[in-house]
């Protein structure tokens, strides 16, 4: 899994992909051409602290990692909603998983 980080692909991403919304936040996804799974966790300062970001984006992306098989050839930008601050971490890929099952982006 690689990380998202070009201002170009994130534009991409925004403006001709798909959105999912669930508890915590918005998943906006896309296909991508290079065969690999490219994620992004894009956190607005009105979560918090440089800390407390940090720590959101950490927990997103552990909890995505833990949930394969993935399908590659995908650009995934996840955009946390306030909620995703308090949210233990069981239940947080819980609906991490649903949310992600139901866009087809797992294979379960």
Do not use: Q, W
């Amino acid at each position: 899994m690689k990380t998202l980080k070009r201002e170009k692909d994130f534009d991409r991403v925004y403006k001709y992909g798909k959105t999912a919304r669930c508890p915590f936040g918005r998943i906006h996804y896309i296909a991508n051409d290079l065969g690999e799974l490219r994620i992004a966790v894009a956190t607005p300062r009105k979560l918090g602290g440089a800390v407390t970001r940090n720590r959101i984006r950490r927990r997103i992306r552990e909890a995505i990692r833990s949930l394969s098989p993935a399908k590659a050839g995908l650009d995934v930008v996840v955009f946390p909603y306030i909620t995703a601050k308090s949210e233990d971490f069981v239940v947080l890929k819980e609906t991490i998983r649903k949310s992600l099952n139901n866009i087809g982006f797992l294979f379960l």
